[in-house]
């Protein structure tokens, strides 16, 4: 019976769907478009409580930056204590009332725990986590000799983000508050030589994804994809992993990044152009595989033509 009503489904269902939504689709652009510009109110960020993952460096410190001159208090937590001072210190010339640093290893359950408490302790409660701490990594899957670099990777890509948000759910739903979650575009293109990135990646779209209807109507979240974004993450790429891509500028990443949060925006990709990728996963995924191969990673491991030119045009080539 079971086996015939699955018959019946992809029979009726798929098709019957199919139909469905190309009618939703015109009215579902409009009813958003009237749902944003008359009911759904641009977040106000000056006094909120905004803490932040990874703020030493990168789309981190730049996300910071971004979020004192809108005059939020924040709370920023990496490892590098420096760093960390140095950026806070800007952040309060760039406007931010008050800012703690908390040095942190997020690897570590509890200090993520740390954290959390410490700001509320300081400030009271918190409106907005940015999850943004992460490392990236170069290596082709199966030429990995020490197994723990795959738990190495996890423990910062995916559970660094899982562990700041578990402790700061309840403090957020208080505030009806926000999560911003930094993935990544590697969440939904196959690029070779960071397969377990793009795992812990995808792992994130599917745990911020169900929070999202987990938690609806009590917290916003904010799932941003940037493409390649010139950090120190990508400066130790090979330029046979960037492949032909452009990097975009750390600044003009966070600005969008925060400018789509305040929107309350679901998803925002940056650059915009790696939106594409999405229509080619979903319709032809067997080009995007083809792109991924012989475009970025080179036929049988070699370097791929355009990173070839890359190295001829004078691009820095890191081993
Ligand atoms: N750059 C890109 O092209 C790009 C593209 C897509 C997504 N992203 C994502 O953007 C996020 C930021 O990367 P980025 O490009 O800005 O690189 P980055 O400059 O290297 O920044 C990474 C940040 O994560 C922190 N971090 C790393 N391990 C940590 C740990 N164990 N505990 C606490 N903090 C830790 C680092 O601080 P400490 O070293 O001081 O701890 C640093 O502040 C990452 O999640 C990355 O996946 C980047």
Same mark, same amino acid.
């Given at each position: 019976?079971?086996?015939?009503?699955?018959?019946?489904?992809?029979?009726?269902?798929?098709?019957?769907?199919?139909?469905?939504?190309?009618?939703?689709?015109?009215?579902?652009?409009?009813?958003?478009?009237?749902?944003?510009?008359?009911?759904?109110?641009?977040?106000?960020?000056?006094?909120?409580?905004?803490?932040?993952?990874?703020?030493?460096s990168g789309i981190g410190e730049s996300l910071a930056f971004e979020y004192a001159q809108r005059?939020?208090?924040?709370?920023?937590?990496?490892?590098? #204590? +420096?760093?960390?001072?140095?950026n806070?210190?800007k952040c309060?010339?760039l !406007?931010?009332? &008050?800012?703690? /640093?908390?040095? %942190?290893?997020?690897?570590?359950? #509890? +200090?993520?725990?740390?954290?959390?408490?410490?700001?509320?302790?300081?400030? !009271?409660?918190? &409106?907005?986590? /940015?999850?943004? %701490?992460?490392?990236?990594?170069?290596?082709?899957?199966?030429?990995?000799?020490?197994?723990?670099?795959?738990?190495?990777?996890?423990?910062?890509?995916?559970?660094?983000?899982?562990?700041?948000?578990?402790?700061?759910?309840?403090?957020?739903?208080?505030?009806?508050?926000?999560?911003?979650?930094?993935?990544?575009?590697?969440?939904?293109?196959?690029?070779?030589?960071?397969?377990?990135?793009?795992?812990?990646?995808?792992?994130?779209?599917?745990?911020?994804?169900?929070?999202?209807?987990?938690?609806?109507?009590?917290?916003?979240?904010?799932?941003?994809?940037p493409?390649?974004i010139r950090t120190?993450?990508t400066?130790?790429?090979?330029?046979?992993?960037?492949?032909?891509?452009?990097l975009l500028p750390v600044k003009v990443a966070a600005r969008r990044i925060v400018e789509?949060?305040?929107?309350?925006?679901?998803?925002?990709?940056v650059p915009?152009?790696?939106?594409?990728?999405?229509?080619?996963?979903?319709?032809?995924?067997?080009?995007?595989?083809?792109?991924?191969?012989?475009?970025?990673?080179?036929?049988?491991?070699?370097?791929?033509?355009?990173?070839?030119?890359?190295?001829?045009?004078?691009?820095?080539?890191?081993?």
């Amino acid at each position: 019976m079971e086996r015939l009503l699955n018959v019946l489904f992809n029979l009726t269902l798929f098709p019957g769907g199919i139909l469905v939504l190309l009618v939703l689709i015109p009215g579902l652009w409009v009813f958003r478009f009237l749902y944003k510009t008359f009911v759904k109110k641009e977040m106000r960020v000056a006094g909120k409580t905004v803490i932040i993952t990874g703020a030493s460096s990168g789309i981190g410190e730049s996300l910071a930056f971004e979020y004192a001159q809108r005059g939020a208090n924040l709370v920023l937590t990496a490892r590098r #204590e +420096n760093l960390l001072q140095k950026n806070a210190e800007k952040c309060r010339q760039l !406007g931010s009332p &008050d800012v703690l /640093v908390v040095p %942190a290893d997020l690897t570590k359950v #509890e +200090n993520n725990k740390k954290v959390v408490d410490q700001a509320v302790e300081h400030f !009271g409660g918190v &409106d907005i986590v /940015v999850c943004n %701490a992460g490392k990236g990594h170069s290596w082709f899957f199966e030429a990995v000799e020490d197994t723990s670099e795959f738990q190495k990777i996890a423990d910062i890509d995916f559970w660094g983000n899982v562990y700041p948000t578990y402790y700061a759910m309840p403090h957020l739903k208080r505030a009806g508050g926000q999560i911003v979650v930094i993935d990544s575009v590697g969440g939904f293109i196959p690029y070779p030589r960071q397969s377990l990135y793009n795992a812990q990646k995808q792992g994130l779209l599917g745990l911020y994804d169900t929070l999202r209807v987990e938690a609806a109507d009590e917290i916003d979240i904010t799932i941003a994809c940037p493409g390649y974004i010139r950090t120190a993450m990508t400066e130790k790429l090979p330029v046979e992993q960037l492949g032909p891509f452009p990097l975009l500028p750390v600044k003009v990443a966070a600005r969008r990044i925060v400018e789509a949060a305040v929107r309350r925006d679901r998803y925002v990709i940056v650059p915009g152009w790696y939106k594409l990728f999405l229509l080619y996963r979903i319709f032809a995924p067997e080009v995007m595989d083809w792109t991924n191969r012989y475009i970025i990673q080179g036929e049988h491991h070699r370097p791929a033509l355009l990173g070839q030119i890359k190295q001829w045009l004078g691009y820095k080539v890191v081993d």
